[in-house]
């Protein structure tokens, strides 16, 4: 009744799935991400991989910028994930969505979790979209 | 330096034109929520409309899905605010999200905020969908 | 080292002066919430007595008007402590915050944590004042 | 790129380990959970079954009894999971911890998410003792 | 049913009004955060200004020391605010908190929101007060 | 009925009472923040000690290594908690707790918090365990 180790066949097929998924959207913005967790908690990031990519992302009832739009408005809210959400909003980016579109869902946030949690957010996409060259964003 | 009172012309102005979007989008669904507060807290249910709806939720920069798809990510991760989601959830429905869209983004904050909050929250799109006849829904 | 028993002598007498806070504060409104735990965890009932009123609301740098929008707001904020909320909108009035004063700190709120937790207080709020007779709320 | 049906042999392995670890810790507590996902979000059921209990649960890392420690920490840090509190109350009872050691979790609870989330959490586990007849909790 | 252009007449008229009303409590210290808006969100500066000050701050109903007693409470238990929490420390002081009274509110937050929260918050607080030369505080 | 000064004697017994508790179990690693503490809010310090560790953590209900699982729950889950849950995982591995059983703890949370928090947990954790020549981290 144990769980098999993240090196079993079957483990390491899950595992290849949801890697094609993550690098297809996420532009190798989360490589850095799972590979700090090499040596502290490798079935973390084997977890996320496949779990989170491949058994969640890869569900076909939602496209990867709808995806995303629900994804910024989580990390908004929960607040303290700000790494996290600097990955999304490049991830965001990768398929697809605007920086428009991306600063919009994090203004329409403001109503729903207030202003200091949206302040947050803006400031990371504004570092992501800085770094490309993607500033000033145009209003929708 | 005061606010100005929430039945001035001007503020009148912009709660018209918050409720004009807000009935387009919500179905009568916020209708009651409203009323509950005219003897409590008037200029909530004001500026709920009239900046919530007339100065945020009117802007161009997302279609009312996709801020659709940016609240059920918030409201979900928030917790504790199933009154709110429920409205959200009649409204998501009223701007044309299909209930396997809805319910996939619930799964898909599943990985993002944890399982407990991503249940609290799918229980919640399933009262709404059995008032309505719309369960079971198909999988995405 | 290990901690003495809330039956104390010394436990005791910290557990009075924090019941005389206490009593002075709530207008008995909390009296219930200790009795309902007596069989199940009555040292959390003794510590909220003895550390949260006779050690921390009994300090002087306060008085008990300013802790209770204190208290408002991180009620507000957290989410998901209604039962709590209502017993200090309760403790709000008894220390001669009007009804006026809590609903503006809750329509205050709104700014910082959002509209939907905003929503979930006013309605605890509303619900103590229609029990009190206080309704309508006359605007600030 | 696509994820398996949660129909597919390989994902029903999966969900049949994890039913096997979910048996043996919650006593049958978290069936209902499940069942009433089917019309809704069986998807969600599934993974919860086999990446929540099948992948992580059954990891050899912590037993039982300490998982659920660090759940009762988890479910009453975030709020609003009053359910699925009651459902880990009752997980934490079969794997055997007694009513003392998870009602002396959720007094240490007190400390570090403050005194209102550990009430809210006190009354699920007083409730499920209740009704097991398990009052009044010896204190430890 | 779109919403005005933020350089709309009426939305200036706004702004100005929120502006005055943010001048006089913050004493300049909300100035960087609004300019570093200007190429990512203006939007959002224009509404925490137009809104957050002018429409709700001015309100009559609480002063602005007790507006920011629950701001401090609000941002203390959400957790992750902290560059929004300095900038309400200076404003509290700009409004004539004491440091006394400051620091009272945030020990007042431990039973409520406990420990590592209101940590968090004193060391923000310190930050500020060390800045201006306040330190030590005096207890209250 | 104002609190006693946290100089009194019977405060300083119940400091001292809690000081001994809590340099048993934490290593001297909390030592700097009731330092940082003490111009700003030293009646916080002695209070975190006095109650925090005199009246809870030396409750004869849980061990040590079980309050620490509980409290790695709690913070992972608040998250923004990152500076007081490095001072956690220093004391989790002075009451005896391994860093396979600390990581599982995190990986765990993963399912009831999602994975951007237990990711920030994770992280503080291997922060602390480089510095102590402890990684690679064994798997369970």
Redesign the interface.
Known sequence: ?????INSP?EQLRYE?GL??LN?VDGGSAAG?ME?????????AH??VA??F?????????DPR??Q?????????????E??LEVHVRTALTVGLST??I??????????????????A??V??RV?AERGL???Q??
């Open positions: 009744m144990t769980a098999p180790g079957e799935r094609g998924v297809a991400v700090s967790l090499a040596d502290v908690a490798p079935a973390l977890h996320i779990f989170g491949g058994d969640i992302y890869a569900r076909p009832g939602l709808q995806r739009l629900v994804t910024l408005g989580i990390l908004t809210a929960l607040g303290g994930c790494p996290q428009t579109e600063v919009e869902a994090l203004i329409h946030s403001a109503g729903y979790c207030g202003f200091p949690k949206a302040l947050n803006v400031f996409a504004k979209f500033l000033p964003v209003e929708g």
